[in-house]
């Protein structure tokens, strides 16, 4: 079965740095978008990056644009999300989406299939 496991999570600074990972298993991983959101309490789920399936094409949401990078090694089954810069309102739950397709868009729940558990990202001094 379809399995997302992220990780990476923790205290930081604001500031710092934290690089999460999203290992999957279940299915073939390269043939797919993967995503990274947030939940923050309190409030709604905020799309923070889109990856499509050969790494090529990447999406991020202003609020995350030039401080967060995507990426993905196909071989290890495993997207990444690089988190520089951050700032206590990135504290949130992070959690990893497995697209339907090749490609996927910001919003469009009916583009994702899967999702993980997530993992809590706290910035605070």
């Known amino acids: 079965q379809v399995q997302l496991v992220e990780s990476g999570g923790g205290l930081a600074q604001p500031g710092g740095s934290l690089r999460l990972s999203c290992a999957a298993s279940?299915?073939?991983?390269?043939?797919?978008?993967m995503s990274w959101a947030r939940q923050a309490p309190g409030k709604g789920l905020e799309w923070v990056s889109i990856i499509v399936s050969d790494g090529r094409d990447t999406s991020y949401a202003d609020s995350v644009k030039g401080r967060f990078t995507i990426s993905r090694d196909n071989a290890k089954n495993t997207v990444y999300l690089q988190m520089n810069s951050l700032k206590p309102e990135d504290t949130a739950l992070y959690i990893c989406?497995?697209?339907?397709?090749?490609?996927?868009?910001?919003?469009?729940?009916?583009?994702?299939?899967?999702w993980g558990q997530g993992t809590q990202v706290t910035v605070s001094s």
């Open positions: 279940g299915f073939a991983f390269g043939e797919y978008a």
């Open positions: 989406y497995k697209g339907s397709r090749t490609s996927a868009r910001f919003g469009v729940f009916t583009d994702y299939d899967y």
